[in-house]
């Protein structure tokens, strides 16, 4: 298991972007799937993106076309480029790898 901290979040425009990264205190080169929920108020917490240690990704339907998520082994690091940013995509984003999950990071789209 390792430890997760999140950052690049922030307040932005609509129609802007963020890079959310999310380091690793250790190796990740072992843990089969990483990602990225989010949870805004009132709501479920829901799949943002996945990545699997082969390279595929799954997307949520709402974000597709819009965010890009990758992974770097060397690095330990998941990231994820969100462009576009709508205002229904505020909510804190958290990450996961394998059974670990970071504390979250707020994201906030609005004019």
């Known amino acids: 298991q390792v430890q997760l901290v999140e950052s690049g979040g922030g307040v932005v425009q609509p129609g802007g972007s963020l890079r959310l990264s999310c380091a690793a205190s250790?190796?990740?080169?072992?843990?089969?799937?990483m990602g990225w929920y989010r949870q805004a108020p009132g709501k479920q917490r829901e799949l943002v993106a996945r990545?699997?240690?082969?390279?595929?990704?799954n997307y949520a339907d709402s974000v597709k076309g819009r965010f890009t998520i990758s992974r770097d082994n060397a690095k330990n690091t998941v990231n994820l480029q969100m462009n576009s940013l709508k205002p229904e995509d505020t909510a804190v984003y958290y990450c996961?790898?394998?059974?670990?999950w970071g504390q979250g990071t707020q994201v906030t789209v609005s004019s």
């Open positions: 996961y790898a394998g059974i670990s």
């Open positions: 250790g190796s990740i080169f072992g843990i089969y799937v």
């Open positions: 990545i699997i240690s082969g390279g595929s990704t």
